[in-house]
């Protein structure tokens, strides 16, 4: 399949609520957590709240999406048009995921980045669908931001294909 097929496939696939059982899903961010305690993330352990306290915390649609590893309706986020120059940041603790310079526009009416800031994310397979996803979270409060395909822009060829609401933009 070419690229454009493929990310059409996905994106129709994604629209269709075929994601939805990712809100479904009990697991968290578990893989996260394992690669932030290994990676010694600063304020780790800070960012490690129960439950209720990241409800109160994130709207429910945050919450949805960062904490039971949900995915929001394409073209709903108006992050996804955002062209400044500055840095994107887990919503859920401030933690800078990416920065402008690896931001474009995918097609897929969600914010896309070719490249991560390092140490940023950490990832795990994501069987939910017919076939294995690599799913990333932040790496310091293991909030799930998206999944990584391989059908980006040079010079990594990757396209980390994150959920707006997951984000926070600060502009430089």
């Given at each position: 399949?070419?690229?454009?097929?493929k990310?059409?496939?996905?994106?129709?696939?994604?629209?269709?609520?075929?994601?939805?059982?990712?809100?479904?899903?009990?697991?968290?961010a578990?893989?996260?957590v394992?690669?932030a305690?290994?990676?010694?993330?600063?304020?780790?352990?800070?960012?490690?709240?129960?439950?209720?306290?990241?409800?109160?915390?994130?709207?429910p649609?945050?919450?949805?999406v960062?904490r039971?590893?949900?995915?929001?309706?394409?073209?709903?986020?108006?992050?996804?048009?955002?062209?400044?120059?500055g840095?994107?940041?887990?919503?859920?603790?401030?933690?800078?995921?990416?920065?402008?310079?690896?931001?474009?526009?995918?097609?897929?009416?969600?914010?896309?980045?070719?490249?991560?800031?390092?140490?940023?994310?950490?990832?795990k397979?994501d069987?939910?669908?017919?076939?294995?996803?690599?799913?990333?979270?932040?790496?310091?409060?293991?909030?799930?931001?998206?999944?990584?395909?391989?059908?980006?822009?040079?010079?990594?060829?990757?396209?980390?294909?994150?959920?707006?609401?997951?984000?926070?933009?600060?502009?430089?």
């Amino acid at each position: 399949m070419s690229q454009m097929t493929k990310r059409g496939f996905l994106g129709g696939l994604l629209a269709t609520g075929a994601a939805a059982s990712c809100a479904n899903s009990n697991d968290g961010a578990e893989g996260a957590v394992s690669t932030a305690k290994a990676n010694g993330i600063p304020d780790f352990d800070k960012w490690q709240l129960s439950e209720a306290e990241w409800k109160e915390r994130l709207s429910p649609e945050q919450f949805r999406v960062l904490r039971k590893e949900g995915t929001e309706r394409a073209g709903t986020s108006p992050l996804n048009g955002e062209k400044r120059e500055g840095v994107f940041a887990c919503a859920g603790c401030g933690f800078d995921l990416f920065t402008s310079d690896k931001k474009y526009e995918s097609g897929t009416g969600w914010p896309s980045f070719f490249d991560v800031i390092p140490g940023a994310v950490g990832t795990k397979d994501d069987n939910k669908l017919f076939y294995t996803r690599t799913e990333y979270h932040c790496a310091r409060c293991g909030g799930h931001q998206g999944h990584i395909f391989e059908d980006g822009p040079k010079p990594t060829g990757l396209r980390y294909c994150n959920n707006g609401v997951a984000l926070t933009f600060k502009p430089s």
